[in-house]
């Protein structure tokens, strides 16, 4: 059964130079970096606040993968961390040399560097269709309590997450099939733990990344990380199950703590993982919400039980959506490779350098050796549609390439390199295919990004 809705018309409420879909940590760094770069921008974002994983869903631990000879390429993502550090929304990270974002904190931070930057910001809008003249994007549609609007751009950059601009949009797309797809998450904060009586049995009990396994998930590492402390939980979900606390089905619980603060809140809980969850699909999103909801009750449970310091443990709050690690990627004019990202890829037009940080399909590989490999301006390009670059998880890569350009801090390097990029084009007035490296890298360097 279908319906036909009537044709209508639509205003035109506002138009700009590059507009940014999702204000994640890849679109919140593309926007600041074409403003940098001296174009009008526009960052439109369907919630109520700007950092998407970091501030929605509740991911802290923006760079806990760096250690003492990890490189990085700096700019915008390493200000989001320095930033939050200044404006008191980050700790120390418990398993590496970064700072962990507190979820809430970073939603003024995000606030700050918008309104500083001079980005137009339009919340609480979600795009619904991509605005088209043949294969040129040239503005998108949402939808809000006003009601549909249209907002012309220049050039577009889709940082959903999901390639929802490229995908409607008529760009070819590639969907992790469901069984394959990395799970998803529901984050927690915990309140009224006795941090003393924890972090004691966490030094009594040390975990390491070899124990990053759990249930009938198994993790494949280099062999250098094995020994490396990693806040790791599983021992409290075990004992509950062979107690009968909580259901045997419940073997997926476990994952890591980020922060146990002083004041009894523990942060960041990443232990409720969801096989399964298609971020595409509404029906699937909301089975899952309701399910991880549920999960995480019983891990409380469970970690009142069995974990010391914990016994007076209770939620403090959930992310406000469940976390959506891989759906749909572009196919791009290049998409990076599981050799480009395990053998330090190079490439001339890389946009900026991405440590050698694996972690997804059952690998962890940390970056503790100094290598890293290119990001290419031409991965987040896609085929066929004009005017569109895309930012963030859905750049074009194979599987394991996903498993490193997923993370949030490479999001930021891939948005603000695009930011740049589409900044660059509407000021020399060509496609964004077009646009010249060299001009790139020159930004890229004057932003304080490195690229080589």
């Not at 301006?377 to 996903?402: C, E, M, Q, S, T």
Request: one cysteine or more; aromatic letters at 6%; charged letters at 25%.
């Amino acid at each position: 059964m279908q319906i036909t809705e009537p044709a209508r018309k639509i205003d035109v409420i506002h138009q700009t130079d590059v507009l940014v879909v999702g204000s994640g940590p890849g679109g919140l760094a593309a926007a600041i970096a074409a403003v940098r770069a001296g174009v009008d921008v526009t960052l439109v974002e369907r919630f109520g606040c700007f950092g998407g994983n970091i501030t929605v869903v509740g991911v802290e631990g923006f760079a806990w993968y760096r250690h003492e000879k990890t490189v990085e390429a700096g700019g915008i993502g390493r200000e989001f961390e320095d930033t939050a550090r200044e404006m008191g929304a980050a700790v120390p990270e418990s398993q590496s040399l970064s700072y962990e974002l507190d979820s809430e904190g970073f939603k003024v931070v995000a606030d700050r560097l918008v309104t500083d930057a001079g980005i137009r910001p339009m919340l609480h809008r979600q795009f619904v269709a991509p605005i088209m003249e043949g294969e040129v994007i040239c503005g998108i549609i949402t939808e809000s309590k006003a009601g549909r609007e249209a907002i012309l751009a220049r050039r577009v950059i889709d940082a959903t997450g999901d390639a929802d601009i490229a995908f409607r949009a008529g760009a070819p797309t590639r969907k992790t099939p469901i069984e394959e797809m990395q799970a998803a998450s529901v984050m927690f904060h915990l309140a009224g733990v006795n941090k003393q009586r924890f972090m004691e049995a966490v030094r009594a009990d040390p975990q390491t990344y070899a124990d990053w396994a759990v249930g009938e998930w198994e993790i494949e590492t280099s062999g250098k990380e094995d020994d490396m402390f990693s806040p790791f939980l599983r021992r409290p979900f075990e004992r509950a199950i062979e107690e009968g606390l909580i259901a045997p089905n419940l073997n997926t619980i476990g994952g890591t703590w980020g922060a146990v603060h002083d004041t009894g809140e523990m942060t960041y809980m990443n232990l409720v993982q969801l096989d399964g969850c298609d971020g595409t699909d509404p029906d699937s999103m909301t089975r899952f919400e309701i399910e991880g909801r549920r999960q995480v009750m019983e891990a409380i449970k469970a970690l009142r039980a069995y974990a010391p310091g914990c016994e007076k443990a209770r939620l403090r709050n959930f992310g406000m959506t469940i976390g959506i690690r891989d759906t749909r990627k572009i196919d791009a004019v290049y998409n990076i490779t599981e050799d480009d990202m395990r053998n330090q890829g190079r490439f001339e037009d890389s946009i900026g350098i991405y440590p050698e940080f694996i972690d997804g399909y059952g690998i962890l590989i940390l970056p503790t050796t100094g290598r890293y490999v290119h990001i290419p301006y031409r991965a987040l390009i896609p085929r066929k549609i004009r005017n569109l670059l895309v930012a963030g998880r859905a750049i074009g890569g194979d599987r394991i390439a996903h498993a490193g350009t997923r993370n949030m801090s490479c999001c930021a390097v891939v948005g603000q390199g695009g930011g740049i990029a589409a900044a660059l084009s509407v000021k020399d007035g060509c496609d964004l295919r077009d646009v010249s490296v060299a001009a790139i890298h020159k930004e890229l360097g004057r932003q304080g990004v490195r690229y080589q």
